[in-house]
């Protein structure tokens, strides 16, 4: 078997178009989740006393075989540095690091943690290119609405606080609301309509005022749900209202119009090529 | 008294129109409730200790008489191997087998389960075809919104990922966060303000991460919230379906639109006096 | 003192024009206000225990007093059987029934709930007709939506028996979930979001359909509340564009507008007495 | 050094143009913070075990501090009384008071909740006049909606008072139900979706009604969301408050009208580039 060149590597790396590159996504894909699972199994007492060694022997294929794809992913890349310095280039380096860490200085299990973050590289494969607009009309209503949204979290960080406090002197340590802290933990808790139930008032008074919390919570949770139904709402008439008709200069066609609906004219074809090739990405 | 023919046994039995259709179809919605009161019945120890003999020759009176049932709809349908391969056809098979398969088969509790496809049944006789335009507008709204939505769910899960894993790291198996599997299916809990509080942090770090993921699930509930409101009042502003072209037959088009927007074709106006009632008949 | 005639009884009783109708009102509210706390505090057992004399004298004063004003309200009515036979006139009976019953049943606990209904008079007095047109929009939104909300409600029960009838033969008896209907009860409590955490699945499969569960629960939230989103936008539309501008007769003026923001034509005034007093009836 | 002039002092301490300005407005923010934090550990009975002979001395300084801030805020503004009958003048008096206080009456610790309300005091310096025009939006969408929220609030009233009812009724005190007040905090609890858990129903009947209570509040929230989305969605159509009428100079135009809906007069249209630049402004 002859060795592959450069650049065929990095058709198959670093490419999705080749059935070669497309194996190979797969095959990654697979070792990913792979490797979040024995993760996952490290992370039980029971799987860890039972299949111990095995996990661990797999957790070290694993990170050899990511070592060796860094590795090659380094060697064709057309740009090395600005590989290693991009994003994913560092979450490839951050998904193996832990592991080889973890030998010198054992025990840090949170930094074993670090290596979830190879659940990030799947998106590298998946190229999320194709939801990037769906998620930029979100985003976009999200950051219209940035402001109003401010105003909804200031509000509720003062009632939580208001609250917490209230039932910090009305219940008390006695009841469970040992600090102001736990007392603030519990209106957010209560608030945001979870209701743990790890800590509840006692006393009617704590109970009026639990009430009035949650019904607060319940009431308010239309604030932002309203913001952002108007938002994108509005958003999306704009899409809708991007087209115009030669004829009659009037807007409101769909997407896929290609005469107009109020005078029968022909509708300009999408002919730009490069506007046409970001709405076919768009629409597929 | 005289056999009924065929054709009168398939009036009966699979129509709707007569009176004596009616009367079965009646008949067959109290026995399925009846059969599914029985299994609720018999899957509660005490009522199992009681009445457990009734209830077993209740369960196979039943059995039987759908059998019948069964077989007499095989017998007079037109297209016999049609209904068996049929949607309703399998769910009346599925409805009867678990009970036979359970005297060779003893102790298959999950087996007995598949008899509650009973009530899957029951729809056969209630013709939600009345329903089916408003499911329609529905799933055509889903539908439009599913790539916003897989964007929301995307981020959910990595939401969900993070914040079980770092509790994992933070509050670790002596306060209950025995694995990251379980911690994840906490941060589900939580993020969806479920809140069971079986698992709760203990720790003021733990609790702190706990409160920004109630926050986040309290807030990001607006985002499908404010999709599916958007879409949805696109889609009732459109009342589209209601209208066809004359000349390419297309639906889809606007209540002010004059022309076709696929081939410019002029659009009939609303004159149609059953088109106006089918309207009417639409709207209340 | 003079005894007050009949037309003059009914003025106070019945009316709210006088200052003495008012006066007798407000009586009316604090003592049924008054009898609501007498009931409550009556089933709080340590109040009972302190208080149970005074309470048990209150409750046959409030009792007494509302028989007579009961007796009155029937002396003066216009139509003595019309008001007898009215809503009120029978809440007004069941409003004292129970403590007299009690004398001759006792123990029977529940019957004295319906002293609750009294909570319902306080609406005749607030005349809740100002708010009649608000809650008739809601009212009318959600008929408009009623057969969207079947649907809806339809897949709720549907998921809520699988997911239910999963989970008993997933966790089974062994782990709280004892029967189909409590395991139901338990698949409700999830995918509404309220988790008590009285039943919790403790095997991972069981946590795991667990999760779906609650994504679910809190992803299909988004469904009534975009479908009375958008209805309640509709409706509000059409309360906008019921004026028509005599000059150039476009719609969608506001209510208060005097002048067409199009061609600045003269609107007409609403001129309709009894559309003009509905308006003002509507407007406060 | 010399004493700053009266002028030179307002300018720093009300001010927030100059550099000296800015620089003690970030102080008095950290002092704020800093004093809540030792409000917050006060609280912790283990904080005060360890360190609270520390916090008792930040405490007073802070106390000193903000006393001393106080009193040249009186000296230096411009109308005394104003400042001092002003809201923040007010809270500035609440958030040191008491601390003194505590010296002569002991063990209020209720009072001193009040010192929490120095949170408010970040307001003033945050300037929150940016986000004015969010939160009037906010507050107008919610003041057109307050009559549809009116309606929805009495009937969840009569809900929870009518299930918390019927739970005592059936589960009674030997199931935690001990009292009407404490089934309705329930129902309330349960109706909004928290569900703490600390009382719930044990008998098949009780879990049935709970069940409907679930399923309504579940339901139910769509009615206020739907509200504040149709409401929300109307007013930012309109984004009135941008358009002054010259003749009446009254606002609240939509933002394609060419004439005065008030007085008739013609509206300018919009070319003066400072309102454009506003809007542009808003916009971003």
Request: some cysteine.
């Amino acid at each position: 078997m002859q060795w592959p060149s450069k650049d065929v590597l990095y058709t198959v790396i670093f490419g999705t178009e080749t059935p070669a590159g497309r194996r190979f996504d797969l095959a990654l894909i697979v070792a990913i989740l792979l490797s979040i699972v024995v993760l996952f199994l490290d992370s039980m007492s029971s799987a860890r006393a039972h299949i111990g060694g095995t996990l661990y022997v797999l957790e070290w294929t694993f990170t050899l075989l990511f070592t060796l794809e860094y590795g090659v992913r380094v060697y064709c890349a057309h740009n090395r540095l600005a590989y290693i310095r991009s994003f994913y280039g560092i979450i490839d380096v951050l998904a193996v690091m832990p592991t080889y860490l973890s030998v010198f200085i054992p025990g840090l299990s949170f930094l074993l943690m670090v290596r979830l973050l190879r659940v990030l590289r799947i998106f590298r494969i998946l190229k999320l290119f194709r939801y990037a607009n769906e998620a930029n009309v979100l985003l976009r209503s999200l950051n219209h609405s940035r402001r109003k949204i401010m105003v909804f979290f200031s509000s509720l960080f003062i009632l939580v606080t208001l609250f917490g406090s209230l039932l910090y002197v009305v219940e008390g340590p006695e009841n469970g609301f040992t600090s102001i802290p736990l007392s603030i933990y519990w209106a957010i808790v209560t608030i945001t309509t979870v209701g743990f139930g790890d800590i509840t008032p006692q006393t009617p008074l704590g109970q009026g005022i639990a009430a009035v919390t949650m019904l607060m919570g319940y009431a308010i949770i239309a604030v932002p749900t309203g913001i952002l139904s108007a938002e994108l709402g509005r958003e999306m008439r704009r899409e809708y209202d991007m087209r115009h008709c030669p004829l009659c200069d009037k807007t409101g066609h769909d997407k896929d119009a290609s005469y107009c609906k109020y005078c029968g004219g022909e509708m300009e074809p999408k002919q730009d090529p490069e506007a046409a090739a970001a709405v076919a990405a768009e629409k597929d």
